[in-house]
Nanobody, 116 residues
Framework: QVQLVESGGGLVQSGGSLRLSCAFSGSRFSIYAMGWYRQAPGEQRELVARIRSGGSTTCGDSVKGRFTVSRDNAKTTVYLQMNSLKPEDTAIYYC??????????WGQGTQVTVSS
């Protein structure tokens, strides 16, 4: 059974940075595609960034050039480095895992709030 636990959220001023972490427990972390999604109040959940088992990455258009996803297979952890944060980045951020690009497992989420 896979469990995901996010950490690193909080309150930051516009233009600031945060790094989110997602700790994976279970077996064979390295074969999973890992993703970060976010959901703002009244909005649908959207893909922020994804990193495949081979290390290739995808970022959503709204965060390209500002956010970077990475993984450490030895620590079974995936990270989301968020720079130049904007108030519109405010949301609950969720970590996901799946053997394909479709998430199967989800974390409980971590709140990110960017003040203007």
């Amino acid at each position: 059974q896979v469990q995901l636990v996010e950490s690193g959220g909080g309150l930051v001023q516009s233009g600031g940075s945060l790094r989110l972490s997602c700790a994976f427990s279970g077996s064979r972390f390295s074969i999973y595609a890992m993703g970060w999604y976010r959901q703002a109040p009244g909005e649908q959940r959207e893909l922020v960034a994804r990193i495949r088992s081979g290390g290739s990455t995808t970022c959503g258009d709204s965060v390209k050039g500002r956010f970077t996803v990475s993984r450490d297979n030895a620590k079974t952890t995936v990270y989301l480095q968020m720079n130049s944060l904007k108030p519109e980045d405010t949301a609950i951020y969720y970590c996901s895992a799946g053997l394909s690009l479709t998430p199967v497992y989800w974390g409980q989420g971590t709140q990110v709030t960017v003040s203007s």
